[in-house]
């Protein structure tokens, strides 16, 4: 939620406002947080201008303590060009991070860790450096979760071919050993984003590291559900047992 508030700004003591989104769940219970603020000061950090809030989170009764990184609101921009900025109103820029930080690793249905465990390893480092506001670093994560989990896939439905899906493009692997469709949508799409994560230039620029997760999240599903048609494909009927006995 954006809420805009007063504070003190360190340098000179003056009352100034803060336009930012507050904390909505909580980094360590991963509650949703009703957000009441304690405290926060305005301050220079590494010549940045920073805000730092204290709020307590009424699920776990913790104190978190968050960092943004904020800049002046622009008041008006002459006809020359130059920009006035208003001495005494802020918004937000990013949040730096939140903290304590109480990592919980995700948990996957047994026949997907059964399938994939280096896509359930992966996924959770990713995950974990994410919580702790590592997000260049949980992209390239997520990435190499996701060609784990199509691989292992790939294998699973093509036994025979283990060695050459383990050694070519997840792209080619994609086209040549998945038939689901959904699945090759999700795949392709979540790589277009992953190889942003990894590369100078972002091409993919409306879309982040959260569709990517939101698109794994559906591949899971997809996996899973053809997982337990599987499973189903191969119960046998004990009609002619119960017959002859
Ligand atoms: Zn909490």
Known sequence: MNIRKSFTRKNDNTGVYVSYDSIEECPNCKKALAPQNLYGIVHLKNDKETLSVADFCNGCHSLIVSEYEISKKIRRTNSNGTVEYDDKEY???????????????????????????QFVKVYNQALKAEDFSLD???????????????????????????????????????????????????????????????????????????????????????????????DAQTMKSKKENAKNE
């Open 136 to 230: 260049e670093i949980a992209g390239l994560g997520y990435r190499k979760a996701l060609e784990f989990l199509i691989k292992d896939f790939a294998i699973y439905n093509n036994p025979e071919k283990e060695e050459e899906i383990k050694s070519t493009w997840m792209m080619k692997c994609l086209k040549e050993y998945i038939d689901n469709e959904k699945i090759k949508t999700l795949a392709e799409k979540s790589e277009w984003i992953g190889n942003d994560e990894a590369h100078y230039v972002k091409i993919q620029d409306d879309r982040d590291i959260n569709d990517m997760k939101s698109f794994i999240d559906a591949l899971v599903y997809f996996i899973s559900m053809s997982l337990i048609v599987d």
């Open 91 to 117: 918004k937000m820029v990013s949040l730096n991070h939140s903290a304590p930080v109480n990592f919980k690793e995700r948990e996957f249905d047994d026949k997907l860790k059964k399938l994939s465990p």
